[in-house]
């Protein structure tokens, strides 16, 4: 019983770890690879059908996940590799997306949204990642007519700044500036301790209630208009996530004595209600609120926010030479 | 020659003072009063026709500048009837503005779009305001579905930082969240030291190239498609008119001498080229991209801002009631 | 033996809470009352005598805690009682603990030290209170030399900001400003969630260890050289404390089953090292360093810094007409 | 007598050319040269008795400026050259000002120091460098016991967040955190907008006064207990400069007319008095408390901290080497 209660993570990866003792799943196909220059293990996720759909708990599409991002140890050079790796992906998302029949000739127009509540700190990723990217500071100047890609960028806020569901801003926004493609930058929830802020899940579609803030309305391709690219990188984990876990892990450490008989016989004696209310009384209302975080997010934040702006940076001139 | 010579004022006050010598204009209605209980000299400019517009340099509507906001000096109580006062501003520039055969109990949309780069201290003051509004927080909870008046707020950054023309994003929040009537803030450029941080100016009317950052287009009820009714704070002065008025002053203090006379003869003498040449020696090409402004500037913007934020959380009140 | 795994807390309302159940203990003398403006509940914890000390994991002095600080939904009126009570409140326990013999009409000088990361949210109460304090804002010019209490405020930063103890640093300016008493301002670490953001901790005691940040020596009298004043705000929980309270409220659930004893037969099974082994599989090392915080954190912090800094604005004419 | 009116400029290099059409003055050497890997002019002005004090206007000792930083357009290559050139700069400053007996292989404590109030863009550069310099950031491990160059770093604030002067807290914290030496990064005042942004003075000298800020008492080897290297960039232009220049050439402009001979008439006429009035009239009051700055600061000074950052993380380095 315990198992079925909601783990939420928004990590594709994550969400696929907990099904795999189930064998092979129709509807769902990994690939993993290795980059050598970035130390980035990437794993492929292709979501095909409603098998798949309701397997992972997500909808149809591409999630590749870039693991090992060990900022705080890279140095220049290394970073550089990784945004160049995390450029090419996006690169392959969008093209993916975008009407096959455009001109591949024509200028592409990307607007980035930074998602989340910047006086946050774990959910300051998304507003952070417009501030640093510097692909669209023209000045004055306008960019070339030749220029292949034109980048503009979007720090929406969140309901509790603007009063409005950023969904609305977002589309909004899309229809009067008329991008091509979003990239919709955001932090996410995961379930793994390890994977704060050293892993980013890049993908073809935002699953509503998925981010750190409550986006309550998804940002996808029906809701504004034009494919929607996400970038997200966990940094907090949802505080009924780490209860779950530690009580999880108490049964499996009686495993071999007869509590779990007992446990069972006492759950079974028990109504519907009761066993409601037992779970309640461990995972307390207020945990549905809160959230886990490592003390250094801050610092962590930034280091993240600083190569996703750069994989941005880097973007028109991998997408111009592919 | 030199009076000819822009002298860039954001407030229509300061453009009156300049040609209050010439007698009265056409076009151009004035009252003023004073208000006891907030301390603030109320003035109320209309510009009725194109001779006034011509004038005064700013297209007909109404201004309304409320002077003598002395914030470093208020206790918290004239804090509170300075805040009521300009909300009574706002609430008429509202209601005036709106369609005269809407129904007067229909809930009325307000969108709060704070202008400015909120990371340059004097341009700061639209963003600060959108942060310290709090009547739009709901938190969890949706309004009272009687509530009369509803309001939503948005910090849309500049240029430098979006890309994007701040009119493109603005236009896009109006189409998809349809407000009723848009309050921009802004921060503007006065012409004389004594009025920076301590009036407002409430007007019908956005001019373009107003404020003290670049925004290119205005924001008017044409180019968002609803009202606009702009509340703006001078927190600088150019600094070509800080050269323009010392050198003004400067040709004043000899005007009882020859030096007048002299001077005339040696323009007179000069083409026209070598006039204009001599203005951009005195005020240097680079002075163009520069503003003046008061060393305290941040308390002084945080502390208007404050009001201003007061005066918004007071509207729905002020206009439900009035 | 799950009891026995240390539960962090910074409150003596919290530590005491834990043992009441053993009765009334030697060295410890708690008072209670109710203020009716204010609305907050006072409760006073003395800790006179190492039995005390040991009692409740702190050192002996008066912990003196304000409950109920709803400040989300208190008006301004409410507030400024608020604001009061808490100067009040700091007000004797300065008296007290500076030296008797003082006479009573010389000039206080008073250092508030806002300590925590201000780019942490939950650790940014400290250097906020810093930023709204208004009473030492004298401009260019100097208090009147008349004025019975002086104060200067500093933001040490945390050591991964500058790479020094924050004491280091506090010891250097309290021996070059020489203050007669320092008010250090802090978020601190609670079990319960009730109590984030709606409770306050007035003491003239820090000890070691205590607060959101890692502040590994304490701000003693001893170690700067005069007394210091805490007052502590909780913000977060430790990660650890969620997932300990969670399996003890996992077992009582089953407190009438057999569980319990064999749970018991399963332990006694177990070599120490096995049982040490269980304990850090459930909470995780990296629990260590990460802490449960609530959502809307910015705002609840931003509304009790406010607070603290309105104390401590009123601080001046409390002590004066006390 | 304009001419004799202050000028105020943080720069020795502008002081000495306003010097220079008076030829070679005893008590100031003056080299220059050219960096082609970093593109900087260094040009290194040494003060060296009373006679080149008073004709500059400041004390004895070096002062070594580096023009052409032009960030905006370097590429990151380019920046590493600079911030390696400024970092030898220092080095040597360093060097010279210490103790001459000290044991080279010594470990050296440097206590940086970032001057100036954060919240007021373009004094902003002082904290800015604080936050961006890195290699204070030991996390939780100790750096390595032979590790030549330990660094710390504080930015005090400014008097009117703190109540009390920089330079208290300044002796405090290198009273109680014994650095050999300080290096203080602070935001200048220039006189000509060219050299905005683009220009760092590195000297072994602050004198009072200087900064954007007003830091009324200096921050000196006297004051602060150990050699004191100053590291500045010129953000603002004083209102008053900008405002004589405009009259100097002015009036240069009519130079070769009878304007100067009338007007010297004129002035001989008047009283002492009277003239001063006409200084005070140009100049206005409320001009000794404003500044010019860029409208593009923001992005300047980040830039330019940027670059001051790295020279210092650089640093450890080339003092271990050289």
Redesign the interface.
């Known amino acids: 019983m315990l198992e079925e209660y909601e783990n939420r993570t928004d990590l594709a990866l994550e969400a696929n770890e907990q099904i795999k003792d189930e064998g092979k799943q129709s509807g769902i196909v990994v690939h993993e690879n290795y980059d050598e220059l970035s130390g980035l293990k990437i794993t492929c996720i292709d979501i095909t059908d409603s098998n798949g759909e309701k397997a992972l708990g997500r909808k149809m599409g591409r999630y590749v996940t870039a693991e090992n991002m060990e900022l705080a140890t890279a140095d220049s050079g290394q970073q550089d590799y990784m945004a160049d790796r995390l450029a090419c992906i996006m690169a392959e998302l969008i093209k993916s997306s975008m009407n096959p029949s455009a001109n591949p000739h024509d200028r592409i127009k990307i607007l980035v949204v930074g998602l989340g ?1 910047k ?3 774990p959910d300051s990723l998304g507003p952070l990642v ?2 640093y990217v510097s692909v ?4 004055d100047d306008e960019p070339a007519e030749d220029a292949h890609i ?8 969140v309901m ?5 569901e950023t969904a ?2 977002v ?7 008329r991008p091509d493609v979003v990239i919709a930058i955001d932090a996410l929830a995961a379930r793994s ?2 994977r704060l802020n050293t892993t980013v899940q890049l993908s073809d579609r935002i699953n509503p209630g998925s981010g ?3 986006h309550r309305m998804g940002l996808t391709r029906e809701s504004v208009g034009v494919p929607v690219i996400a970038v997200g990188i966990p940094t907090v ?1 949802e ?1 009924a996530t ?2 779950h876990d ?2 999880v ?2 049964t499996k ?2 495993a071999g ?3 779990m008989g ?2 069972k ?2 759950m079974d004696s028990m109504t519907e209600r009761e066993r409601r209310a ?1 779970m309640l ?4 209302p ?2 549905s ?11 962590a934040v930034q280091r993240t926010a600083y190569i996703v702006a750069k994989a941005l940076d880097r973007l028109p001139d991998i997408m111009t030479s592919a």
């Open positions: 509540n006086e946050v700190t417009t501030e669209l500071d023209y000045g034109r980048m503009t960028a979007i720090a929406p806020g509790a700044q603007t009063g409005m609305v801003i589309r909004g926004v899309v229809a009067s500036s301790s390890a750190v803030g409550n984990i505080a780490i209860v530690a009580i892990n108490f450490a009686f004595s007869d509590i007992t446990m016989d006492v037992l009384e461990l995972i307390a207020s945990m609120t809160m959230y886990v975080t490592p003390r250094d997010v801050d610092a």
